[in-house]
């Protein structure tokens, strides 16, 4: 595709220096331009509707019209759109989401920290973290422990826990404190013959033994997304988290668990922790709080985290953190209501009983000449492709993407999968319409395919 001169494509490639694209094809391709969106349906400029099987990035658990957050903001805006919670400031509505989400936690936790990213919440986190280890004068207890396909952020620290190598590459990343360990992908790098148990008990001792080479006693956190998001939609085996655990617990290092994708009743519960039977110290929030209709973000942290923060603030005078924008109260605002609706309407059960009927869709794509295998835990899951002999590795799922957007559905590429994750408002028979349509597109790529090879 090139784009048409002075249309709305050509000044977007002109001006704009977009995430996660390849800027010089950006350049000559523009993108596709979303002008409106309803329920789980998006509009672009031309006026074609496509199904957001993504929830935009994993977030828009209301669909994309949601009166009353619009409503949530104008009111906060008439009343008090910005004030800040520095020195000694507060207001409302930042209180009330902080106790709001204390209340939902799934294990006892002591306070919220607003930010307004994944990213940066992920970043003050390891910030903290080295804080608290120097506040409990054991300075050399700061590396911190990620994992291979982890996705946790694009912020230099947050980026350095991540363990994708697009994210690292040329950006002089990771940081020499952040190591990383396997993924708990079983389908992925489970070896010929290797049982999941005998998989999982492989990665746990990989785990322990980088523990032990590094040194306990520098080690201070690991981070997890209960189930990976960005790397691909990765379920680790059962028994993974909990091994995981009693080996954190034998060196006292810390557990952050990254729920900016899983919170908030993707996996089936409102927590992804309540899913895997994880037990943090620290959990981050973000997306689905305020279904993105406002950048927000959240850390909640537990006693054992918070109190040798607050004993070395008070020593020093002053915690030395925050942002202009930390518990925004208009961003507060949204967000609680956002909540309140998942709530009333129930959106956690809804993706707990559509689960089945979701998953059963996926196993029926994966019988697709051009499909290997599926996964999905509660409303996200993927579509693991059969790669393509003698093209680079995405190539088969790239395809796949293109022609469901040609059939109508917005979804994403990750390596040789592509991920699902609609709207949480999305009913059983709107399931239907985007499997149905991803079934045609997979038709249309392998009677292309087919074509090519009879030349
Ligand atoms: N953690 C996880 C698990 C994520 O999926 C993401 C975003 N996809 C982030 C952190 C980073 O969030 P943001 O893009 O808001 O910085």
Redesign the pocket.
């Known amino acids: 595709m090139s784009v048409r001169p002075n249309s709305l494509e050509a000044r977007d490639a002109a001006s704009q220096m977009h995430p996660m694209v390849n800027l010089r094809q950006y350049e000559k391709s523009g993108g596709l331009i979303i002008e409106s969106g309803e329920g789980i349906y998006v509009k672009d400029i031309n006026g074609k509707r496509y199904i957001e099987a993504m929830a935009g990035?994993?977030s828009v658990a209301v669909g994309f019209n949601e009166p009353r957050l619009k409503e949530a903001a104008i009111r906060q805006m008439d009343k008090l759109p910005y004030y800040h919670t520095f020195s000694y400031k507060s207001h409302a509505p930042s209180i009330e989401l902080a106790e709001k989400l204390l209340q939902m936690a799934p294990v006892p936790m002591s306070k919220v920290h607003f930010t307004s990213?994944?990213?940066?919440a992920?970043d003050l986190t390891c910030k903290m973290v080295w804080y608290r280890s120097n506040a409990l004068g054991k300075p050399e207890k700061k590396k911190i422990i990620g994992r291979e396909k982890g996705?946790?952020?694009?912020t230099i620290a947050?980026g350095s826990i991540t363990g994708l190598a697009r994210n690292h590459e040329c950006f002089d990343l990771p940081l020499d404190r952040m190591k990383h360990t396997s993924c708990p992908s079983y389908v992925h790098y489970g070896k010929t013959g290797e049982t999941e148990d005998a998989f999982t008990q492989r990665l746990l001792t990989e785990l322990e033994d980088l523990i032990l080479r590094e040194g306990p006693e520098t080690v201070a956190a690991f981070w997890g997304?209960p189930v990976m998001?960005?790397g691909g939609v990765l379920i680790p085996p059962a028994g993974y988290w909990q091994g995981v655990q009693a080996i954190l617990r034998k060196y006292d290092i810390l557990l952050v668990a990254?729920e900016?994708?899983c919170g908030f009743g993707r996996t089936g519960k409102m927590f992804g922790c309540e899913t895997l039977g994880i037990e943090p110290d620290v959990m981050?929030v973000?997306?689905q709080i305020s279904s993105s209709y406002m950048p927000i973000?959240a850390i909640l942290v537990n006693d054992r985290f918070y109190q040798p923060i607050a004993d070395e603030s008070a020593r020093l005078g002053v915690f030395g953190h925050g942002f202009t924008a930390s518990g925004h109260p208009v961003a507060s605002a949204v967000a609680l209501e956002n909540l309140k609706i998942i709530e009333e309407r129930d959106l956690v059960g809804n993706a707990a009983r559509l689960s089945a009927h979701f998953a059963e869709r996926l196993a029926h794509l994966a019988k697709h000449t051009l499909a290997h295998s599926s996964r999905s835990i509660g409303l996200i899951g993927a579509l693991e492709l059969a790669p393509w002999e003698g093209t680079a590795t995405g190539s088969a799922a790239a395809a796949i993407a293109a022609a469901a957007e040609e059939e109508g559905v917005i979804l994403r590429s990750v390596g040789e999968a592509i991920c699902f994750c609609p709207p949480m408002i999305i009913t059983q028979s709107q399931l239907d319409d985007m499997f149905d349509a991803v079934g045609h597109a997979l038709d249309k790529v392998a009677a292309r395919r087919e074509e090519r090879a009879a030349e």
Do not use: C, F, R, T
Request: aromatic share 10%; charged share 20%; proline share 0%.
């Open positions: 990035l994993w990213s994944g990213s940066e992920n996705y946790h952020g694009v947050s997304e998001g960005a990254d900016v994708i981050v973000s997306k973000s």
